[in-house]
């Protein structure tokens, strides 16, 4: 499977952004087994898990910092799953990062696909 994602920018602090990552249609679907994931690395820091998503039930995962905040979707027939960030902090800039995992949820080595990552910067 291969990854594109897409919808970073530069917004205020309060703003919202919509990420998107579309996997390649040439790559074959997104199964039902499959978890959808998005990951961010600040300048400096480890990356880290911030949502999931189960593709066959829809079942979604959070990072604390983000929930009520961000939210994951969605969309089979597009192959497609999203982020919709809302109420943005300065404390989210970071490189987001769409990952693909056949086996866990939350644990970055359990991620065996991977987007190119898109820029969110949040000023202040």
């Known amino acids: 499977v291969q990854l594109q994602a897409s919808g970073g920018g530069l917004v205020q602090a309060g703003g919202s952004l919509r990420l998107s990552c579309a996997a390649s249609?040439?790559?074959?679907?997104?199964?039902?087994?499959?978890?959808m994931g998005w990951f961010r690395q600040a300048p400096g820091k480890e990356r880290e898990f911030v949502a999931a998503?189960?593709?066959?039930?829809?079942?979604?995962y959070y990072t604390d910092s983000v929930k009520g905040r961000f939210t994951i979707s969605r969309v089979s027939s597009k192959n497609s799953v999203y982020l919709q960030m809302d109420s943005l902090k300065p404390g989210d800039t970071a490189v987001y990062f769409c990952?693909?995992?056949?086996?866990?949820?939350?644990?970055?080595?359990?991620?065996?696909?991977w987007g190119q990552g898109t820029q969110v910067t949040v000023s202040s």
């Open positions: 990952a693909k995992s056949s086996r866990g949820i939350f644990t970055i080595q359990t991620y065996d696909y």
């Open positions: 998503i189960r593709w066959g039930a829809g079942t979604t």
């Open positions: 249609a040439a790559s074959g679907r997104i199964l039902s087994s499959h978890i």
